[in-house]
């Protein structure tokens, strides 16, 4: 097929055979002929890419206005120098300190021209409301706007993978049509490679890949353009060149690919869980008798975002230091889907919106990224059928080639609405220590009717990969990000306490080729050993800063007990404590106060209702917590001299027994 062209002066759109296994050679947006640091991802129809085109804009106003009795604010600010003359969409964010929910009011076109910047804003408040806003401008063309990439060896079977877009702010103004062009300049000759038109009206990401054999063997620069279809100074245009890639077949065997499920909120004890002579996850049970189960994972961290940065970093939250939405990762700091970009596999996620959030650097490395939008970012409804739907339908795409996938569900999340045909639970379930009061039982039960129902979700996905043929060499995981707690230690929710109800998370594993099926590993592991682990299993180099360790070692003596603890803590002004677990033991250090660190015999007591006094483990548990706390990586091998510990806390870790 030859798009925009006579026959002949363009190369074929092609599409890859499904059974052939492709990786990315190169990622376009990164090789840019300017020294471009990053590439900004725009969002289409819910799914971000990184795009050449996107404009994130700059800030030219931050104050406070006052709502008329029409709901309306108006504007009237100083146009900036370099918006003289320029043509620009008017971002309008109320509350722009409230990072749970941007408020984000309809766009504005600023005409070019020179003067006052002024406008109407329309539903802004309620009238005689005051409200804080930050105002954005992003630049509009009427003109060509052209992007170049370095000079490129191209090899034999390369093809070129772009996904088309216009920006759909600028839609929303009455951006026209945009004809989008892209060529490649071998030896000063300009070939044309793709030349199409797109229309306001296009939906979502237009995905082209274009064969480039007739070029295998030489060396070109590759040209991105667009100008308005009706000619230049006719419209505005705001064209998006989303995610544009070299691929290239894979060179031998195909290496593993990865699919990394969290279910936000699944307790660990919930795994497994007879109720009404019932299994609560009975899908998941099944699965876990495929790998390995590690019946002792923890969380490090009772929120949504700072367990999921050490999911996807392999950092406690004292290294990277993400806590809540709107803090931001070092860009120095590797997370998974770089790791995995780099590596050559293509790379992408869905997420339910709220608190995993672009700002704080989640998006980084993924060529597609969809967040399942709520009403709000505070919005918790899951929508977990829409999220598996997605990862189906992209892993469909990608099932050949090597391709590393994140999953996150806020499904089980509160508030617990389970369909009706799973919200079946009306007594106590046996485990309960003590009686609730009737409205924490009802959230208990229909929290049990969440997890039944995610379950067969999860069941009928996993059944889906069988019947796509992910294949044996496919890494599955699946976890979660913390627990929940429903009055058992006074408390509802997890933003409290760091009991095991609220720490303890499932983590499961399967990878046929590599791991034997029906393994149990009852040592206690950390989410930080997640990323180190799927690493080793896809034969990647190790990560040279973690606060976690690969398991893969624990498959080979599943009863060996941890050499080492593990850690959560809670930064909250109401909740400021750190956990540190062992096989046996948990230990928490309350750091507002004068209350001594309490401990836990978590096998005999697994709900932890009776605090220990014994000062022989209030030692141990203070000495794990120094560790923490001094920064060092907590000793693995027995050896606590080989870490950066105080000499002090290595001493009384040797007095203990728990190093030599």
């Known amino acids: 097929m030859l ?13 890859t055979p499904k059974n052939r296994a492709r990786n990315v050679s190169l990622r376009i947006w990164e090789k840019l002929d300017k020294d471009i640091s990053w590439t900004p991802r725009c969002e289409v129809d819910d799914v971000l890419r990184p795009a050449l085109g996107c404009n994130l804009g700059k800030e030219i106003f931050r104050g406070r206005l006052t709502i008329d009795d029409q709901r309306k604010a108006y504007l009237d600010i100083e146009r900036p120098i370099w918006l003289e003359d320029q043509a620009a969409l008017i971002k309008s964010v109320r509350n722009p300190r409230n990072i749970l929910d941007d408020g984000g009011l309809p766009p504005l076109l600023l005409p070019a021209g020179r003067g006052r910047l002024q406008g109407e804003l329309e539903n802004a408040g309620q009238p005689d409301e005051e409200i804080r806003i930050k105002v954005i401008a992003l630049e509009l063309a009427s003109i060509r706007r052209s992007w170049r990439s370095r000079t490129q060896a191209i090899a034999k079977e390369n093809e070129l993978v772009v996904h088309l877009a216009v920006d759909p702010r600028a839609v929303a103004i009455g951006a ?8 490649i300049d ?29 070029f295998a063997g030489q060396q070109g620069v590759f040209q991105f353009a667009a100008e308005p279809a009706a000619g230049v100074g006719a419209t505005l245009i705001a064209p998006l060149f989303g995610s544009p890639v070299l691929t290239a077949p894979v060179a031998d065997r195909k290496p593993p690919s990865v699919i990394l499920i969290s279910i936000d909120t699944l307790r660990g004890d919930f795994v497994g869980q007879i109720r009404d002579g019932r ?25 949504t975002t700072a367990s999921h940065m050490s999911i996807l970093t392999g950092l406690y939250p004292s290294i990277h230091n993400v806590i809540i939405p709107g803090t931001r990762v070092s860009r120095k700091t590797p997370i998974a889907a770089e790791i995995f970009a780099q590596a050559g596999y293509f790379t992408g996620a869905v997420t339910e919106n709220a608190m995993i959030a672009r700002s704080s650097g989640f998006a980084r490395g993924f060529d597609f990224y969809r967040e399942e939008h709520g009403t709000s ?7 977990i059928e829409d999220t598996l739907a997605t990862a189906t339908e992209w892993i469909r795409a990608h099932h050949a080639d090597p391709y590393f996938f994140f999953i996150h569900s806020y499904q089980v999340h509160s508030p617990y609405f389970p369909p009706p045909e799973y919200d079946v ?37 996993l059944a889906e990969l069988e019947e796509i043929g992910i294949g044996d060499d496919t890494v599955v995981i699946i976890t979660s990000d913390h627990g929940e707690e429903f009055g058992v230690h006074r408390t509802v929710g997890h933003s409290g306490l760091l009991p095991e109800s609220v720490m303890h998370v499932p983590l499961i594993i399967r990878a046929p080729n590599q791991i034997p099926p029906n393994r149990r590993v009852d040592s206690v592991v950390s989410l930080v050993d997640i990323l180190p682990t799927i690493l080793e299993l896809t034969g990647q180099p190790p990560l040279a800063q973690s606060s976690g360790t690969s398991l893969m070692a624990r498959l080979n003596d599943p009863a060996l007990a941890s050499p080492r603890a593990v850690y959560g803590e809670n930064r909250r002004k109401t909740a400021d404590h750190i956990s540190a677990r062992t096989d046996t033991h948990r230990f928490i250090r309350y750091r507002r106060g004068s209350r001594p660190t309490a401990v836990f015999a978590t096998k005999e007591d697994p709900l932890e209702m009776q605090e220990l006094e014994d000062p022989a483990l209030r030692s141990e548990g203070e000495a794990w917590i120094a560790l923490y706390e001094s920064g060092a990586k907590p000793p693995t091998s027995g050896d606590a001299s080989k870490t950066s510990v105080p000499a002090d806390t290595a001493a009384k870790l040797r007095a203990l027994g728990y190093t030599d």
Not at 279 to 303: H, N, W
Request: proline content about 7%; some cysteine.
């Open 186 to 214: 071998i030896g000063g000759e300009e070939h044309l490679l793709l030349e199409e038109i797109l229309q306001p009206e296009s939906r979502g990401w237009q995905e082209r890949t274009i064969s480039l054999n007739r």
């Open 3 to 15: 798009v925009g062209c006579p026959q002949g002066t363009a190369t074929e759109i092609t599409e």
């Open 377 to 383: 970012h505070q919005h918790r409804l899951g929508f």
């Open 176 to 183: 026209g049509s945009t004809r989008f062009k892209i060529t």
């Open 279 to 303: 299994s609560l996850t009975e899908s998941i049970d099944k699965f876990g008798r495929q790998g390995v189960v590690f019946s002792q994972a923890m969380t490090t961290y009772p929120s």
């Open 425 to 461: 639970f009306t007594g106590a379930p046996d485990w309960l220590p003590k009686p609730l009061p009737a409205p924490k039982l009802r959230m208990l039960n229909a929290y049990s009717g969440e997890v039944l129902y995610t379950d067969a979700m999860v069941g009928r996905f």
